[in-house]
């Protein structure tokens, strides 16, 4: 190259002798151009080299220094876990996504004796009666096809039934009599756990907790071995003001599912995001980042899976604001599904989108027979920064509430499939 440069130079020079100002003018113009092209090159080459090696960074970094860990990072060390609370409900709707790891059926009834409860004053128990469907056992045979596993939801909501449940050894060995009779009938490989009391526990009920998780884990290990535990808790649990003891339980068990949602609700006084990952005690009364940070210092990030909602809360309010006044006893429940059908009428029910900063959120407004909706969900983009976050700080993966809110769409499969999933993986190798 360097030779040929030097041939082209002599040729000029040689030629036009009469013209030598001119000449040098030119030959230093094209000299000029032609260390430009070469560092252009070498720009370019440098730039594919830096990306190809390193992601591009989380839109989320500049909101947080995430200085609570260690090593931060885009590169997951794990495999992330996608695991679906499939609510008895939405059995007939669901459809099962290639992304999925854990279907968790939800769920039966814990009784206050220990029993799980399958008769109710209605009849039989809804949560029984249609995991004995056809529907189900459909469902489970399309889970384990792609070699994916298929958990248990035992629930116990009511604190009289917890209080008693918990202080009663009897009552404990009738739960694990009967979870054997139930995993013995059916392909449950796993068992979750959802005691959620409202209110403050005692210090006693929250050791009282724990020593059942304890047991409970070292009977699955005794039996079987092969069934993995998780125990749901609420984001909030992190204070330490629930019936969870954090550091002990995560000894016990494979999962904790951090219930990262329902910030805001259905009795909210204000609209607001329902899984607002920013914002903190200055916009909300707190956010998921500020309780992660606090479950990461007591239980390995690999242990956590992040509760991530395919589904909002929607209220009537006093104006389009963002962050409106609502009305009493106008909040419901806003699916994907359902979000999507206000979407596509834009023009009916003059439908106006927004984008809250702080929480990481969308939201909508809409006017229906002359009153005014606010209706916060989540989108593609925020579930992608959710999958961000559960990237840099490494967690064991997510758990979606709930299979069938996202009614025929793919869309949020596709940001999964894309920031966290191994089936692009699989299919690839």
């Known amino acids: 190259m360097q030779k040929s440069f030097r041939n082209a130079l002599s040729f000029f020079e040689d030629s036009k002798s009469d013209k030598k100002p001119k000449q040098k003018t030119w030959l230093g113009a094209l000299k000029l151009g032609f260390l430009a092209f070469l560092t252009l090159i070498l720009a370019g080459l440098l730039t594919i080299w830096w990306f190809a090696e390193e992601p591009l960074e989380s839109p989320i970094s500049s909101l947080t220094s995430f200085s609570f ?3 931060p990072t885009m590169k997951p060390k794990t495999e992330k876990v996608v695991y679906g609370f499939l609510p008895y409900w939405n059995i007939s709707k669901v459809a099962i996504q290639p992304e999925l790891t854990h279907l968790s059926y939800f769920g039966l009834t814990i009784g206050a004796d220990g029993s ?9 128990e809804p949560g029984f009666s249609k995991m ?3 529907d189900f056992l459909v469902l489970t045979n399309q889970v384990a096809a792609q070699d994916a596993e298929v958990e248990l939801v035992l629930a116990q909501f009511n604190a009289d039934d917890i209080t008693s449940f918990l202080a009663n050894e009897k009552a404990q060995e009738n739960l694990l009599t009967s979870l054997d009779s139930v995993l013995l009938a059916y392909p449950f490989t796993g068992v979750n756990i959802d005691v959620e009391l409202n209110g403050s526990p005692t210090e006693k009920m929250r050791n009282q907790f724990t020593t059942f998780i304890q047991k409970l884990n070292q009977h699955l290990d005794t039996k079987y071995g092969h069934i993995t535990l998780s125990v749901d808790m609420y984001a909030s649990g992190a204070e330490g003001t629930n019936i969870w003891d954090i550091e002990a339980v995560g000894k016990e068990v494979d999962y904790i599912v951090v219930m990262a949602y329902d910030f805001h609700r259905r009795q909210s006084s204000q609209a607001g995001p329902v899984a607002p990952l920013f914002g903190g005690k200055d916009v909300w009364e707190n956010d998921i980042n500020t309780y992660l940070q606090m479950f990461v210092e007591q239980v390995p990030a690999q242990k956590i899976l992040l509760g991530v909602p395919f589904y909002g809360y929607e209220w009537q309010t006093t104006s389009r ?4 006044h609502t009305f009493p006893n106008t909040g419901a429940t806003a699916s994907y599904e359902r979000v999507q059908e206000l979407l596509k009428q834009r023009d009916e029910l003059a439908v106006e989108e927004g984008w809250n900063e702080d929480a990481l959120s969308p939201f909508i407004s809409y006017v229906e027979d002359g009153e ?4 916060y969900y989540e989108n593609s983009r925020s579930i992608s920064y959710k999958l961000d976050y559960v990237n840099q700080l490494d967690l064991g993966g997510i758990a979606i509430w709930a299979l069938g809110y996202e009614g025929s769409s793919r869309e949020l499969w596709e940001v999964i499939n894309k920031k966290i999933s191994n089936t692009v993986q699989t299919q690839t190798n």
Request: charged letters at 25%.
């Open 116 to 124: 799980l409860i399958t008769q109710t004053e209605d009849g039989t």
């Open 321 to 324: 604001d963002s962050r409106s």
């Open 69 to 71: 860990l260690r090593s």
């Open 372 to 375: 005014i909706y606010v209706v």
């Open 132 to 134: 004995s469907s056809d």
